[in-house]
């Protein structure tokens, strides 16, 4: 005769067993069900005003052998389309006039699989939700990219008269300054902004700086980009390296997946 303690112990066990094999379930049905699918390295680009940008989609596959690849790019709420690929040629009959000579892919590329967009000279009115919708022998899908542009440029640095001064000529939207010293703490920079007729920012920032060595960091910083410079000061001279980091929306997807995670390692847990 069993006691209520041993009942509960192997309904516990049965209980684990078939949880693990539920999640292995779907798990192999999420990876391997289907062996093609349509990515892209960069969900969430934000491209720089006049320069080039590529959008990012390709095809995930474990199979060989691509043929027939076709692929259209399309640009949510727009007339027309951005650019499409068939038959082992570029078809830009219904290509939406802003987009006309600013788009192509990369032919070699595309054998591959790899049908990603470059968008040469960047305009603020590219802004928003594309499509890469993708058709090959081996399977197909389609992706969004959600573009966003701005201005950003990474910043010189002088010094001048105990100053520290860094100049950065084109920022949008509006980016502020901070300056840190070695150790992190807050100091007070002074920063002037002036905006273009286009409406483009250019900035100077000075920091008195009372030493004539030591190292300093610049962060300048506005919705869409963070550019984070550290500076060095020996003498008159004055040495640095630039980092440049895009904000995304993907931080958010990430921290959902580990609490979808989690909350199933709590739930095995508890049963
Ligand atoms: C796709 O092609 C572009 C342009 O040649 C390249 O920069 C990118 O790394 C390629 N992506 C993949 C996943 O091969
Ligand atoms: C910022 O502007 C003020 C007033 O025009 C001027 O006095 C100051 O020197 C400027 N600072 C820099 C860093 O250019
Ligand atoms: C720079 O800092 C030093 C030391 O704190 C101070 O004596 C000096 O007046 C400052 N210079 C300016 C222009 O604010
Ligand atoms: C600087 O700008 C960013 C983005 O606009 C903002 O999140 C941040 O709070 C600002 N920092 C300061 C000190 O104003």
Redesign the pocket.
């Known amino acids: 005769m069993a006691t209520l303690g041993q009942i509960i112990f192997y309904s516990m066990i049965v209980l684990i067993v078939l949880f693990t094999g539920l999640i292995i379930l779907i798990l192999s049905l999420a990876f391997s069900g289907s062996t093609t699918e349509v990515t892209s390295?960069n969900r969430s680009p934000v491209g720089n005003l006049g320069e080039d940008e590529?959008l990012?989609c390709?095809l995930l596959t474990q199979r060989t052998g691509f043929s027939r690849v076709s692929v259209t790019w399309q640009k949510t709420g727009m007339k027309g389309l951005v650019y499409q690929y068939t038959d082992g040629s570029p078809n830009l009959r219904e290509q939406n006039s802003q987009f006309k000579g600013r788009t192509n892919l990369?032919l070699?590329?595309v054998v591959?699989g790899?049908v990603?967009l470059?968008l040469r000279s960047v305009r603020s009115s590219d802004e928003g939700e594309y499509t890469c919708s993708v058709d090959s022998s081996v399977g197909g899908g389609t992706i969004s990219i959600s573009l966003r542009t701005g201005a950003f440029s990474a910043p010189t640095f002088t010094i001048s008269k105990g100053f520290l001064v860094a100049e950065a000529i084109r920022w949008y939207p509006e980016p502020n300054v901070t300056w840190f010293d070695r150790f992190g703490n807050d100091l007070r920079g002074n920063t002037n902004l002036t905006q273009s007729s286009m409406g483009i920012y250019s900035l100077v920032s000075s920091l008195n700086i009372t030493e004539d060595s030591g190292t300093y960091t610049c962060s300048i910083e506005n919705s869409l980009v963070i550019v984070v410079s550290r500076a060095t000061i020996t003498g008159s001279n004055v040495l640095w390296t630039t980092y440049f980091t895009y904000s995304t929306a993907s931080s958010l997807l990430a921290s959902t997946y580990l609490s979808i995670m989690t909350s199933v390692l709590c739930t095995f847990y508890l049963s």
């Open positions: 390295s590529l990012s390709y990369i070699d590329d591959r790899n990603s470059l």
